[in-house]
């Protein structure tokens, strides 16, 4: 499980790093010093180099020619010394404030990360004005080196390992973060991160090892001072592929993402991942059997929602297996799909330290036609909240040839719920799971009891004497005491049903709500791992 532990190391340092971006803005120094160097550009912030001509278009001309090129892998420098840089040192390096690019000019100025021991591959970031782009400076009198006593045991040009963009006001927070790799995330409606998208992904849960290519360079356009969007161009670099995005982010009652991106592959792969979102399910009310935690959930998103193509609703609750899943949605010119966080309750997860209720959801909206190919989520096994174990993306039917450009398109909607709700169906509001059959009576071993709640859409106008049906099937075993009721006292509709299956292959069930011929409800899908309890 090379590929597992790979990724662990790499995602298990960015929420880390992350987390401490979100909290040390809180006491980052208030003063600096700035000198001035020949044959550059000096500002209030970072000093900027030489001006040089950007143009998108030949920035894709020269990510062609590289994907003809072979690769070479960056060497860190000060590697030694990066590898003290651990998550307690990590925490005493602050950029400072008033040394930020942009500061007092615009509403969002720019801070920059220290590389450390999970981030030792410098990023080149240049500052756009028109046609014309400066260089930003690295200089460790940016930083405050707190007592790391590593002030001078660094090279005095050692490079970035990435930036986020800041809120106005005191104490200054940050709300969209580029850091490690091809990953990216913001802080959502409520001011807190949680999952992660990335640019693209290379052989993900394949044979072959998984790819992490990185964003190398990066383009920050200068935007109006009141202006609530900012544009960010980088290119993308690794083995197998060389691309180029563009991101247009605005912040406003969540942040939501315009990405155009180009890319061209240097080799074949085995599984091209577009628009890749990255996320963390422990547990929550569907798998408490897997829960070793006082708090009653923990995970950063609960489920996968899809539109698809033909326009049905699905939400496929997340799962944390025993071994590695991986469940392809075929599609054609989906709509769009998103790993979402459902449970916005504080009580679903008693937790006041990292706050899961707050945490975004993710969804993305193609834009133009994508063709055909599917929606794949996989589903990795994890024992704690660290590890970000679930990923999602679009997998296009057709791959692109070696040195032939892709160019795809989508919106990112960090938002609180999903961005374009279906008002004529209800949606699903939990999954619980439980021993078959009836208080009282013997429980066979081989019978598991699930209840789905469903809310919204044309269920609150139905009385509970309506006939609903749940329409239930199973790609194995037998369904049995299936029943459907109105829960007392609410709007909910419950779905009840006993499944019979032998042996410990997965089980996937579909199960909706209908009235005569009239769909009520999303399609609810689900993947059961047979397991047993303890008393079984």
């Known amino acids: 499980m090379s590929m597992t532990l790979s990724r662990r190391a790499l995602l298990a340092g960015s929420a880390a790093v992350t987390f401490v971006s979100t909290l040390a803005g809180r006491s980052l120094a208030q003063s600096a010093t700035s000198g001035t160097t020949s044959g550059t550009v000096q500002t209030a912030g970072p000093r900027l180099g030489d001006p040089v001509p950007f143009d998108r278009s030949a920035l894709v001309d020269r990510a062609r020619a590289l994907a003809g090129e072979a690769y070479e892998a960056p060497e860190p420098r000060a590697a030694e010394a990066l590898d003290k840089i651990d998550y307690d040192a990590y925490n005493e390096l602050k950029y400072k404030a008033s040394r930020a690019l942009w500061q007092g000019e615009v509403r969002y100025p720019v801070q920059f990360f220290h590389l450390g021991r999970y981030f030792k591959l410098p990023v080149t970031v240049y500052e756009v004005e028109g ?32 930036f986020r963009y800041m809120n106005p006001g005191e104490p200054p927070t940050d709300w969209l973060v580029f850091l490690g790799a091809a990953y990216f995330r913001t802080a959502g409606p409520f001011g807190q991160y949680g999952l992660s998208a990335r640019g693209i992904a290379i052989n993900t849960a394949t044979d072959a090892r998984e790819e992490f290519p990185r964003f190398s360079e990066f383009w920050l356009e200068k935007p109006a001072a009141d202006s609530r ?10 083995r197998s592929v060389v691309g180029v995005y563009s991101f247009k982010a605005r912040n406003e009652n969540g942040v939501v993402m315009d990405v155009d991106s180009t890319i061209f592959l240097r080799r074949e792969v085995e599984r091209l991942g577009i628009a890749p979102l990255t996320s963390m399910f ?15 959930e923990i995970h950063d998103s609960d489920g996968l929602s899809l539109w698809t193509g033909a326009g049905e609703r699905i939400w496929r609750p997340l799962n944390n297996p025993k071994r590695l899943q991986v469940n392809a949605f075929v599609d054609q010119n989906p709509r769009g799909f998103g790993l979402m966080q459902r449970d916005r309750d504080f009580r679903d997860y008693e937790d006041d330290g990292v706050f899961y209720d707050r945490r975004p959801s993710l969804w993305v909206e193609p834009v133009g036609e994508w063709g055909e190919g599917a929606v794949e989520l996989i589903e990795i096994p994890t024992d704690d909240e660290i590890h970000d174990n679930i990923v999602a993306f679009w997998r296009p039917k057709a791959m692109p040839k070696v040195g032939q450009p892709l160019s795809m398109s989508y919106k990112l909607y960090w938002v609180a719920d999903q961005p374009f709700p279906a008002k004529d169906v209800g949606r699903v509001l939990a999954t619980r799971m439980g021993r078959g059959g009836v208080p009282g009576q013997p429980r066979p071993k081989d019978l598991r009891k699930f209840v789905i709640d469903f809310a ?20 194995r075993g037998e369904i049995v005491n299936k029943y459907c009721l109105r829960v007392v006292g609410t709007d909910r509709w419950r779905a009840v049903f006993d499944l019979k299956a032998d042996g410990s292959d997965p089980v996937d069930l579909r199960l909706y709500l209908r009235l005569g011929e009239k769909t009520l409800t999303e399609t609810w899908l689900y993947q059961y791992l047979p397991f047993t309890y303890p008393s079984e």
């Open 282 to 296: 422990w547990f929550s009310e569907t798998n408490r059997q897997v829960a070793t935690d006082w708090r009653p």
């Open 229 to 238: 969007e900012v544009t960010i161009h980088a290119l993308l670099e690794g």
């Open 131 to 162: 046609a014309v782009a400066r260089k930003v400076l690295y200089d460790p009198s940016l930083f405050d080196y707190g007592n790391t006593g590593l002030a001078d045991k660094l090279p005095d040009d050692l490079g970035f390992a990435g």
């Open 456 to 475: 919204g859409g044309p269920l609150p106008n139905l009385d509970k004497g309506t006939p609903v049906e749940a329409v239930v099937a199973a790609s």
